[in-house]
């Protein structure tokens, strides 16, 4: 279902009613799709997020301490 951001605006509570039927909402602003609106559905695979090192971080050997390693890139910017 396409809908303007007017129509989510004035009638937000019917389109979460659309999308708790199942149904994928595709919010468009002047005429250009900008945002999709679809169920909610808990992740089943939690694991992943358990190690801290999850996703580009898993496998870099460079980075021992990620929160240090952060921590040294911010420092040029203060």
Do not use: Q
């Not at 303007?4 to 999308?19: C, G, I, M, P, Y």
């Amino acid at each position: 279902m396409k809908t303007t951001a007017k129509d989510l605006r004035f009638h937000s509570r019917e389109l979460l009613d659309t999308v708790s039927r199942g149904e994928e909402v595709i919010i468009t602003y002047r005429g250009k799709p900008c945002a999709k609106l679809v169920p909610y559905s808990e992740r089943k695979d939690k694991k992943m997020f358990k190690d801290k090192l999850f996703g580009i971080w898993k496998n870099n050997e460079k980075v021992k301490d990620i929160d240090e390693y952060v921590r040294e890139l911010r420092k040029s910017r203060f």
